[in-house]
């Protein structure tokens, strides 16, 4: 991708800014932490998952940073500084709150949109912006797999570019990090640590080109056209950001860290931290209320897990990395587990099961118990009749109660969820891991390493889904352990109320089977 060599590209026809390397920093510090000390850091998507342990963390290690600026934007009603009032105030501080809350001081936000031209700033902030800012985290994007192109582009791709944009124009520059997906090249089984063409039938120029002039009804209409063999607009849109950020590398220091299935924290900021039910956290989160009992699934391929602390810790050490040692290109570091410390799917589910049972929530409906399936038809049968047929019988149940029935709408969703990530479950991927064992083993090397920990080696699974079944019951169900001793007890008649159900549903079986063969054989 050409970009134009005009301010964007230089700067008072300065050298480009990737040359921009402070020539006394040449990584002859034994701390990383060290490379923040005094940095003004930029980061998009702040309020997101990742975002937020991100900023928590770097609030934490990084403590002689100067500032951290998040881009926000009103949502919802809330205006920029009810936002970010919200944000402050969120769970996931309250360590930082406790011991230093001063530095809750560092952080401070600037009214932009990533959607729109000039990531929707004003003169001011963007000359601030320019001439402050040492380090970038775009970690902005839409993580729903079945949004609308328009959307999903505006977002994704042009947002990418808005903000490689912006970044040529800092002339302090020293480290950007872009946050891509490890499901960037889905059509390929092995996934090295490069930027690969993108699986669309236009190039990334006349994409954006598409995705600017024509309208969204249009684009709706010609989603299957551009989407090709990708299984969704999120990966369509995210390859086709890589492909931006490559061009912009050979003027800026960049890294993309590419995340595969981003869970739950493993020890940071608490272990088993979680605060959304995007993706197979949601998936998770109903097996364990017994509301999900099929999987579209092949048992045997590895689902490829990654806590979102290990991928902070990449992020954090990629743009210490990246700026020290340099490149001559795009450093692409694949942020995976299943080369280095593999689990199944049906190891995966065995555990589920075995934690939901220990740890079984209030908020069950059924008991959880769940199969993994590769037949479709019979997968859609098994739903039907145990997903939405029960959540049909509880909303009427409800109605009749006078409260207002919930569980279909409910059962649709993760349904949906369920869809959206069949591909990803019934296609194994073998991630490389050059480039980020590489960088595990030089912060290994390091005085502050074990602060910055990011090996996946050392994982025990059983240990960490167990704090993953927790989390998710703390933190997204607001469920507190004081509920397990009655929480057993209700899991315990569901089991029974499920035998019971068996056993009548085989008599009947019986009787039907019985009844009919005595008629035909008369």
């Not at 190039?203 to 995705?211: G, R, W, Y």
């Not at 039910?277 to 009992?293: D, L, Q, S």
Request: include cysteine.
């Amino acid at each position: 991708m050409d970009i134009p060599m005009n301010t964007q590209t230089f700067i008072n026809d300065q050298k480009p800014v990737n040359m921009y390397i402070d020539p006394n920093n040449n990584g002859s510090s034994a701390y990383i932490k060290d490379f923040y000390d005094d940095a003004t850091i930029f980061v998009t998507g702040a309020t997101g998952f990742l975002g937020k342990v991100l900023i928590e963390k770097l609030l934490r290690s990084c403590d002689r940073l100067r500032s951290i600026i998040i881009l926000l934007r009103p949502k919802r009603g809330l205006s920029c500084e009810q936002r970010f009032t919200e944000f402050i105030k969120n769970p996931v501080f309250d360590r930082i709150r406790a011991k230093t809350p001063e530095r809750l001081d560092k952080v401070e936000y600037i009214f932009g949109d990533i959607n729109l031209a000039q990531v929707g700033l004003g003169d001011q902030d963007i000359q601030r912006l320019i001439e402050e800012v040492n380090i970038v985290f775009h970690v902005a994007a839409t993580v729903r797999f079945n949004e609308s192109l328009q959307d999903a582009a505006n977002l994704n791709t042009l947002g990418t570019k808005r903000i490689m944009e912006l970044c040529t124009k800092m002339t302090c520059l020293k480290s950007i990090v872009h946050v891509s997906t490890a499901y960037s090249n889905p059509l390929r089984k092995n996934v090295g640590e490069l930027v690969y063409p993108p699986h669309c039938p236009v190039n990334e120029d006349v994409f954006l080109k598409c995705m600017d002039v024509l309208p969204g009804e249009v684009l709706n209409m010609v989603t299957d056209k551009f989407q090709g063999e990708h299984p969704n607009t999120y990966t369509l849109t995210k390859s086709m950001a890589e492909q931006i950020v490559a061009g912009f590398g050979q003027t800026l220091p960049i890294s993309i860290v590419r995340p595969s299935i981003v869970t739950s924290a493993y020890e940071e900021p608490f272990p088993g931290w979680i605060d959304n039910v995007y993706g197979i956290t949601g998936i998770v989160m109903e097996i364990g209320r017994g509301t999900i009992t099929s999987v579209m699934g092949e048992k045997k391929f590895i689902v490829d897990l990654i806590p979102v602390d290990m991928v902070v810790n990449t992020m954090i050490t990629a743009a210490w990395n990246n700026a020290n040692f340099g490149s001559k290109s795009v450093r692409v570091y694949n942020c995976t587990s299943g080369q280095i410390n593999p689990i199944t799917w049906q190891d995966f589910g065995i555990l589920l099961q075995k934690y939901w049972i220990k740890h079984p929530t209030k908020y069950a409906m059924l008991y959880p118990s769940f199969s993994y399936r590769t037949n479709y038809p019979i997968h859609k049968i098994i739903e039907t009749f145990l997903h939405i047929l029960p959540a049909y019988v509880f909303d009427i149940i409800m109605r009749l109660q006078g409260k207002k029935p919930i569980m279909m709408k409910i059962a649709r969703k993760f349904q949906k969820a369920g869809e959206t990530g069949t591909f990803f479950a019934t296609h194994e991927f073998i991630f490389e891991n050059t480039n980020l064992r590489q960088l595990v083993s030089e912060v290994k090397t390091m005085k502050d390493g074990n602060e910055f920990y990011c090996d996946m080696s050392n994982i025990d699974w059983e240990s960490y889904l167990e704090n993953y079944m927790l989390g998710i019951r703390k933190y997204v169900l607001k469920d507190g352990l004081e509920s397990l001793p009655s929480a057993r007890r209700k899991i315990a008649k569901l089991y029974w109320m499920k035998r019971i159900l068996q056993v009548g549903f085989l008599f009947l079986l019986y009787q039907f089977m019985t009844q009919n063969f005595y008629f035909l054989s008369d």
